[in-house]
């Protein structure tokens, strides 16, 4: 059965202080990997796509990279505007239709 | 450019009441979907669309019907509530094939009493 695992659950940073997100998954033939920003009260906003492992790619203060088994999400000298709730989503090759996600990491970022 | 616009934002329902959430996208993008987000249990996929006139199942159907007659709107509705379908719906969409992420709506927030 496809699954995605996100850690750490929540995380509290000082600004400047980095570090690094979690998405662990299983699925038969991974066809995309996502990163998904989600504000509170709002729908969650496209990050990244990852497609084969070694991929990276960049946003601003943040780094996303693939291995065949999970993906992480790096932010460098966070600022409180960071704080949200980071989603990772999978889509398999066997039914790109449906998209597994991830329950998140909540990422507080204190002044 | 509106994107994916839901209403109603908030809903109370009385348990055995039914509803239709709406759901319309100006970007005439193919694809469709419908969403509830529980704590700690990530989104989970209800129905979704790949075009006008089909629909299909996603990881939790039951409860829920839907039909897409247009490329824009792809209506949610709740034949029955339960207290169980006491959640936050999104309905998202994308175009081709899905590789380019989705856009969501910002969300019905439910509650079944």
């Known amino acids: 059965e496809d699954q995605v695992t996100q850690s750490p659950e929540a995380l509290r940073l000082q600004e400047g202080e980095s570090s690094s997100l979690n998405c662990s998954y299983t699925?038969?033939?991974?066809?995309?990997l996502f990163w998904y920003r989600q504000d509170p009260g709002k729908g969650p906003e496209f990050l990244f796509t990852?497609?084969?492992a070694g991929e990276e790619k960049e946003k601003e203060r943040l780094k996303a990279t693939l291995t065949k088994k999970e993906s992480f999400l790096h932010i460098t000298a966070p600022k409180p505007e960071d704080s949200a709730t980071y989603l990772c989503?999978?889509?398999?090759?066997?039914?790109?239709?449906?998209?597994?996600f991830g329950s998140g990491t909540k990422l507080n970022v204190k002044p | 450019n509106a994107g994916v616009t839901q209403t109603p934002k908030f809903q109370v329902l009385k348990t055995g009441q039914s509803m239709t959430l709406q759901c319309a996208q100006d970007?005439?993008?193919?694809?469709m979907s419908w969403y509830r987000q529980d704590p700690g249990m990530g989104l989970r996929l209800i129905h979704y669309?790949?075009?006008?006139?089909?629909?299909d199942q996603g990881e939790v159907p039951n409860g829920y019907n839907v039909s897409r007659s247009t490329t824009e709107d792809f209506p949610l509705r709740l034949l029955s509530a339960a207290p169980s379908q006491t959640s936050v719906y999104f309905c998202?969409?994308?175009?081709?094939?899905?590789?380019?992420?989705?856009?969501f709506g910002s969300g019905t927030r439910l509650t079944v009493v």
């Open positions: 998202a969409s994308s175009s081709g094939d899905r590789l380019y992420g989705y856009t």
């Open positions: 699925v038969s033939g991974l066809r995309g």
């Open positions: 990852l497609y084969s």
């Open positions: 989503a999978v889509q398999a090759y066997d039914n790109f239709n449906k998209f597994y």
């Open positions: 970007m005439n993008h193919e694809y």
């Open positions: 669309s790949v075009g006008a006139g089909i629909t």
